[in-house]
């Protein structure tokens, strides 16, 4: 996830501490929640690609910063 924020962390603990497990991968040009983020992890890391994606919903995408900046891994 590259939210201009230096926090580095690995993608499926970070699925995981949103309480959220991999299922079908979909691409989707813009998130609107946590299950469009797991969607489109599922879809690009299966594929070994990289994305960026713009997230619309504004505390969704709080919540999800929150979450990886205090995650005991992150760097």
């Keep these: ?3 201009c924020v230096d926090v ?3 993608g499926v603990k ?3 501490a949103l309480g959220l497990s991999p299922g079908n991968g979909k691409d989707h040009s813009e998130l609107h929640s946590r299950n469009d983020l797991e969607e489109a992890f ?4 299966g ?3 990289a994305a960026e ?3 619309s919903d504004k505390e969704t995408f ?4 929150q979450v990886a900046s205090e995650f005991p891994e992150a760097q």
């Design 1 to 3: 996830v590259n939210a």
């Design 8 to 10: 580095v962390l690995s």
């Design 14 to 16: 970070l699925l995981q």
């Design 42 to 45: 599922v879809h690009f890391m």
């Design 47 to 49: 594929k070994g690609a």
């Design 53 to 55: 994606r713009f997230f």
């Design 62 to 65: 709080h919540d999800i910063a």
